[in-house]
């Protein structure tokens, strides 16, 4: 099942800070988070993984809550750079990771000067 | 490492012709994705491999076929092409194992027009 991200879509100007979520209607046993710039493949920022185990980005960082199945990305002195659509991953099987990600439908982030 | 390939980059189909869009890893990865990602919106799973030799169905497999003849490739088959294929295709690779699936690599992706 789809994860839900939100916000769809969000402005910053360079400098503010943003939190974008994803939760799941299922128990999670990782959840991985990538930015898309316009017309370019996705890029892997992080992962969190069940237990608590994360890997990832240096300016970029993330929580998983799996009592709530949810999932955060906050992006703190955002800038120019951190445009583009970020994508929430979900595996499928709480007992396995072997699973293919489903991937939410993406938040689109824009950064002003 | 080159990382995941695509080709072609770009094409133009007529309505009912078919074609492999090519995909290829040099990471060593067992497993192998294709997405179809519409104007938009998200990636939507068509296809995945564990290794070679095994393939599975995922949301949108109809109207495509896979092999995974080897842990390189995966090429990606369009029968009867039909304007509602029209999209950008992505490759994807990543490493799984003791029940963690690492990050996934795109490929930079093929736009496919079907008129």
Redesign the interface.
């Known amino acids: 099942q789809?994860p839900v991200q939100s916000p769809q879509a969000v402005i910053l100007r360079e400098g503010e800070d943003a939190v974008i979520n994803c939760s799941s209607s299922k128990a999670l046993?990782?959840v991985?988070w990538?930015r898309q710039k316009h017309g370019?493949?996705?890029?892997?920022l992080m992962?969190l993984?069940k237990g608590g185990e994360q890997?990832g980005h240096d300016k970029i960082s993330a929580s998983f809550n799996e009592k709530k199945q949810q999932s955060s990305l906050y992006l703190t002195a955002s800038q120019l750079s951190y445009s583009g659509t970020y994508?929430c991953?979900t595996?499928g099987d709480v007992y396995?990771?072997?699973?293919?990600?489903?991937?939410?439908?993406?938040t689109r982030l824009s950064v002003i000067a | 490492n080159a990382g995941v390939t695509q080709t072609p980059k770009f094409r133009i189909l007529k309505i009912g012709q078919s074609m492999t869009l090519q995909c290829a890893q040099d990471m060593n990865h067992n497993y192998m994705y294709w997405y179809r990602q519409d104007p938009g919106m998200g990636l939507k799973l068509i296809y995945y491999s564990v290794g070679a030799g095994i393939t599975d169905k995922g949301e949108v497999p109809n109207g495509y076929n896979v092999s995974r003849s080897t842990t390189e490739d995966f090429p990606l088959r369009l029968e009867l092409a039909a304007p509602s294929q029209t999209s950008v295709y992505f490759c994807a690779s990543s490493y799984s194992g003791g029940g963690i699936t690492y990050e996934q690599y795109f490929g930079p992706g093929t736009r496919l027009t079907v008129t």
């Not at chain 1, 370019?40 to 892997?44: L, R, V």
């Open positions: 789809q046993y990782s991985h990538y370019e493949a996705p890029i892997f992962i993984l890997k994508f991953g595996d396995s990771g072997n699973t293919p990600l489903v991937f939410g439908k993406g």
